[in-house]
């Protein structure tokens, strides 16, 4: 319908000779507040000064320009300034629910990205470090923008890209074996990360020891220490299996995952590379790219005693990528506090001559903070994702349990995950990215509101409704007058490709999160207003529930979140 009211506006502008391209008059229409003043608008404000008249006039005269309602629509009126369309909402909705309920979880797919291939970089976690509260909002946002993609029929390759050598390595292998040496090595996340706190914390009383450090970390890059490299390999090992169940929980899944130390050597050949070609320069010792001419500083990609460090790891990646993959597109979700680094990158990959620079794209995010502040890695000042989701489940199981005090221990388990996952997720997805996150328990798992638990919870609802009904749905070819809260449901339900669409161009999925609860909210006022089981317009009242649930499980899906037919 929309697509028709561009067409219609585009003719009647050409008549008063205002060429407008399709996709300048769409980004006009607007949707009114209230369902009285049409299901779209058209503003003339813009048009004031190229027609030199007042809006309500030229509102009139473009009106006058339209000869014939088209199907589908019941009236085209003005109203002041704006052109307001009116549809035929029973047909309408009829035509909606038809189409929501045969193509299903297909329904607000597009075909925009046909034969595009897209990696997908995020996630990132390090090795001996823990994977904390903070790496959920990369990884939600990975996840969902992967799905997003999908959905509009990209091929997206899924992405991890961890750092397995480094600084922070050295530290941890020369506190264990300087302080915990006659520990066994536990595979147990808590214990990893308490081993990187304790040296952080040495090290700050005592500068000198890093020397040490610095010594173990070459050593480490050259391979030449048996002992350190057997040690190495296999508490590396326990922090990748440690992500496993992680990622399972988060419903998260990896087509190749990247580590830094496979890109070592072919980080130093590149960095000879630019040095040949004058693109890399001898500094104090160290190489590296000076780009102050293009205001991004100067870039170091070997220190003085010839480690590799992550700017020439990232070139060697990037390189990697488009020349194994031959991908179309270079996502990457990385934090916003990177934000420097991912344009030093950027623009380096366009002076090396990589024709794929332009296909580069950073999508940062903030930071995750607690309502008593700021989280750190280094300090220990953080929530282990572990401790984290187990404080977030236990609170749920009591709050089901209020509810269903027989429900069995396997049902409460896995309801309780879901519904913590969910509460997490959407709290981290229905910001914008680029907006810190205050994360409160209580206010996640509200089931009111909006929040995950209220979105699965309208989800549940929707599904008790149609077990009571015990009918089997029947297609409804005639209706009567529609009630309000109905013609506000089919209206929202009918924006979810157009959201879905919004969200894609513009990699974000909160978009997506916002129209879920949303939608949410419509329902729940609808289930109010407009009794279901029992009443005269029962069997398309019942098709309507199930078009909810279809077009909420699809939101959700892209959220990367499960419902649950109970709450």
Known sequence: MKEAIVKLLKEALAKKKINLKEEEIEKFIEVPPSSEMGDYAFPCFFLVKTLKQEPSQIALEIREKITAIPDGFEDIQT???????????????????????????????????????????????????????????GTSLGESLSRISEFNSEKVIRANYSGDTGMHIAKWIWCYKKYHSKEKLKNNELWIASIYTDAVKRLAKNKNLQLQVDEINRKIGTRENKKINELW?????????SWKKIYKELNTKFDVNFFESELESDGLKIVDELLAKKIAELSEGAVIINLNKCGLGVWVLLRKDKTVLYSTKDIALARKKFEEFKIDKNIYV????QSLHMRQLF???????????????????????LPTGK??????????????????????????????????????????????????????LKQTPNKNIIFNKHDALNFE????????YSYARASS??????????????????????????????????????????????VIANYSYHLAQIFNEFYHA????????????????????????????????????RM
């Open 465 to 510: 409704i149609l077990r009571k009904s015990k009918t089997k749905l029947k297609k409804v070819s005639q209706l009567d007058e529609l009630e309000e809260k109905e013609v506000d449901l089919i209206k929202k339900l009918s924006q979810f490709p157009e959201v879905v669409f919004n969200a894609y161009t513009n990699l974000n999925p909160s």
């Open 375 to 428: 989280m750190s890695s280094r300090t220990g000042e953080n929530i282990l994702y572990s401790d984290f989701i187990k404080e977030i489940t236990d609170y749920a199981k009591k709050e089901i349990k209020k509810r269903i005090p027989k429900i069995s221990k396997t049902e409460l388990e896995k309801r309780a995950l879901k519904i913590s996952i969910a509460a997490i997720k959407y709290s981290m």
């Open 233 to 241: 390999k296999k508490t590396r090992k326990m922090s990748i299996d």
């Open 530 to 565: 407009c009794p279901v089981i029992g009443s005269e317009n029962q069997e398309f009242r019942l098709l309507l529930v199930e078009a909810f649930r279809q077009v909420l499980k699809n939101s959700t899906f892209l959220l990367g979140i499960d419902v649950v037919e």
């Open 79 to 137: 109203s002041g300034p704006y052109i307001n369309f009116i549809l035929d909402r029973k047909t309408t909705a009829l035509n909606l629910l038809q189409e929501i309920l045969s193509k299903k979880e297909n329904f607000g797919k597009t075909d925009s990205g046909k034969s595009k291939k897209t990696m997908i970089e995020f996630s990132q976690p390090n090795t001996h470090k823990a994977f904390h509260v903070g790496h959920i909002r």
């Open 449 to 456: 509101g909006d929040t995950g638990p209220y979105v699965l």
């Open 334 to 337: 990385v934090g916003a506090e």
């Open 347 to 369: 623009k380096t990959l366009e002076i090396m001559g990589i024709k794929e620079a332009d296909k580069c794209k950073h999508v940062p995010f903030s930071e995750v903070r």
